[in-house]
């Protein structure tokens, strides 16, 4: 698997297969959490203050304060915050989510999460090809799109081998999906409000359209709780989607799977999927008392929007100038794709 040079910061890394989390002590993760901490702090004073969603003013506020991110001091205790964190807060949103929940979207939605997933990746495929690259890049871009952003492209990659994809064509699919889901943070939840979307609707487009799952969360509980709640399931299920595509694309692509290092592949089951699905089926059950859910539920959104903080001040902006928008439009056309097939569902059928 190729890999990415030390300079270049890394966002929503859920399988911890870009960077390792730094093995260092724990007073060496103190600074970058400290400020990931304040400008969650920072968010949730403006959130009182004006009504704002918490998880987007943290978006802001991080963004904000993207400079930090060449502080070397501050990388342990930010990865921390931006992975970490990130899958024990989706863990614990299974404490605000039922089976029955799940259930309720029904078959349908189901059968759409995977429609949708198939049409992104194909229009990568289409759109590559269209501007003269290889089908193995659209698959690359039209993959982290579809699944899970950044985590899917590494994945993707190691599937597809060096023989068929350059450092450079890793690194900017990395580079755009981040910045691109950082925006639809900001602007998807705006187009279901343009369309007048119910919770439901717009949790389903949220959670079907939005490249990582810090955003979608982010996105869906800054619409409403309820959208949130089904923006998380449905991303999940999108995420859980990783691992057939993955088998799909090595028959595709025949080639025998080499991970440099020693590293292993990625898990077939996110171990916080299962978690996550573990606790909502505890939560069905009603045996967790409502004051204990409450507290999992506050500490989740509390994760989660220092988690956006540090995910937000990581993200490698300034290297999206660099490449050009030629190779971008490859992702922008995958997240198009994505985005109108989840709304045209959602119109239609929800």
């Keep these: 698997m190729t890999t990415l040079p030390d300079s270049l910061p890394q966002a929503a890394d859920l399988y911890g297969d870009i960077e390792r989390t730094p093995a260092t002590g724990w ?27 918490l998880t987007l003013l943290a978006l802001l506020i991080g963004l904000a304060m993207n400079f930090l991110s060449a502080d ?22 299974g404490a605000r989510i039922t089976l029955a929940q799940i259930i309720a979207l029904g078959p349908q939605s189901l059968i759409a999460v995977v429609a949708i997933v198939a049409l992104t990746l194909g229009a990568g495929v289409l759109a590559a090809r269209a501007l003269g690259f290889s089908s ?22 190691a599937t597809l081998s060096e023989r068929r994809l350059r450092q450079a064509e890793l690194t900017l699919v990395l580079v755009g999906t981040s910045t691109m889901s950082s925006a639809a943070l900001v602007l998807y939840p705006a187009v279901c409000e343009l369309f ?19 955003q979608t969360l982010g996105a869906g509980y800054a619409f409403s709780p309820a959208a949130g709640e089904t923006a998380t399931i449905v991303k999940l299920a999108r995420v859980a989607l990783l691992a057939p595509v993955l088998a799909l694309v090595a028959l595709a692509f025949p080639a025998p799977l080499k991970i440099s ?14 978690g996550f699905f573990v606790v909502a089926g505890i939560n069905s059950t009603g045996i967790i008392p409502v004051a204990v859910s409450g507290l999992a539920a506050d500490a989740s959104s509390w994760m989660l929007a220092v988690s956006v903080a540090a995910t937000a001040i990581r993200s490698p902006l300034g290297e999206i ?17 994505s985005l109108s097939a989840a709304l045209a569902f959602a119109l239609l059928a929800l």
């Design 136 to 157: 193995a890049f659209g698959t690359l871009s039209g993959g982290a799109v579809a699944i899970c952003g950044a985590s899917a492209a590494m994945a993707l990659s």
């Design 196 to 214: 007048g979307l119910n919770d439901l609707q717009a949790g389903f487009v949220l959670g079907a359209s939005i490249h990582d799952v810090a």
């Design 72 to 93: 070397r001091r501050l990388t342990p205790g930010l990865t921390l915050a931006s992975r970490e964190l990130l899958r024990w807060a989706i863990v614990l949103v």
């Design 27 to 53: 007073r060496d993760y103190l600074p970058g959490l400290s400020v990931a901490v304040l400008a969650t702090l920072a968010a949730a004073s403006l959130a009182d203050r004006y009504g704002a969603p």
């Design 321 to 337: 100038l660099k490449a050009g928008p030629k190779p971008l439009l490859v992702g922008v056309v995958a997240s198009l794709t």
């Design 261 to 274: 290092g020693g590293k292993r592949a990625a898990p077939l089951l996110p171990w916080f999927v299962a």
